[in-house]
């Protein structure tokens, strides 16, 4: 699930053609504000800062604050597949007093994704080696791409789920039991969510970006009543300025 992304190109990340298709290398750095609720299941928006940092070497290799480390080891004709590492950012503003604060956890995984004539589909299953210690997966759909010379715009589709380790700290307001060991177990009190998020980066000037992004997301199935729930509905937005850098290997002399 990665419903409270950082960086405002998190739905451009896997689009279609881009300000520099051929480029080997490229990296954007910079800022953004954002607005997105105190913890989850809260009705009150909190606003910060942070930052955007995204590598990528082609279609191999992608390096990014916001969306994990993922190496495409394999790849057969549309498909790929291969390890992913992400950072799960905790949001745990305005608990009530003595409730357990949880801690943002590392998760180890992997990925398989299929690029379409419209977009990228793909899906992810994680281990958190910290914090919840538990399972979590993605099942995205992303699409976009170069809409006007200095406009690129994406979007995408999402089903997110965690299991009952991480619903229990952040609405059980106490730490997980025992670690699961073994495969992931899909339970009634896991935690799951739907949504959608569009984004667009506009050039400025010399590798100048003006980057923005909205999302939704809708926490799904049941959720025990307790003194943090209060709505379903999960709101991010962010706005900021990134420096877009490519790099393209010299290619074969003519």
């Known amino acids: 699930m990665r419903p409270l992304a950082a960086a ?10 881009a300000f520099a298709q051929s ?13 997105r609720p105190a913890h989850l299941g809260s009705a009150r928006q909190v606003a910060d800062a942070v930052p955007v940092v995204e590598a990528k070497y082609g279609e191999t290799l992608s390096l990014s604050f916001d969306d994990g480390a993922k190496w495409a080891a394999v790849r057969a004709g549309p498909f790929a597949l291969g390890p992913i590492v992400e950072y799960r950012q905790a949001f745990d503003d305005d608990l009530p007093a003595g409730a357990f604060h949880t801690q943002g956890a590392v998760e180890a995984g992997g ?14 299953l994680r281990r958190a080696l910290n914090g919840y210690r538990g399972w979590s997966g ?7 791409g170069q809409v006007a010379p200095k406009l690129l715009v994406g979007g995408q589709l999402r089903l997110g789920w965690a299991d009952g380790n991480y619903a ?4 059980g ?19 799951l969510t739907a949504g959608a998020q569009v984004g667009a980066a506009r050039e400025l000037g010399h590798n100048v970006r ?8 809708r926490m799904m199935g049941e959720v025990r009543p307790n003194p943090v729930f209060s709505r379903r509905d999960i709101y991010t937005a962010s706005l900021g300025l990134t420096y877009h850098w490519a790099r393209t ?4 002399a003519t």
Do not use: K, N
């Open 23 to 35: 480029a080997d290398w490229t990296v954007d750095v910079g800022a953004v504000a954002r607005t």
């Open 111 to 124: 990925f398989v994704a299929a690029r379409t004539p419209v977009g990228i589909v793909e899906a992810r």
């Open 173 to 191: 307001l106490r730490p997980h039991g025992s670690p699961q060991a073994g495969p992931p177990r899909f339970l009634a009190g896991d935690f």
């Open 168 to 171: 229990e700290e952040y609405f």
């Open 210 to 217: 003006l980057v923005l992004a909205a999302s939704a997301d």
């Open 249 to 252: 290997a010299p290619g074969p």
């Open 138 to 144: 993605d099942l995205s759909f992303d699409t976009g």
């Open 8 to 17: 405002a190109l998190a739905s451009l990340a896997v689009a279609g053609p």
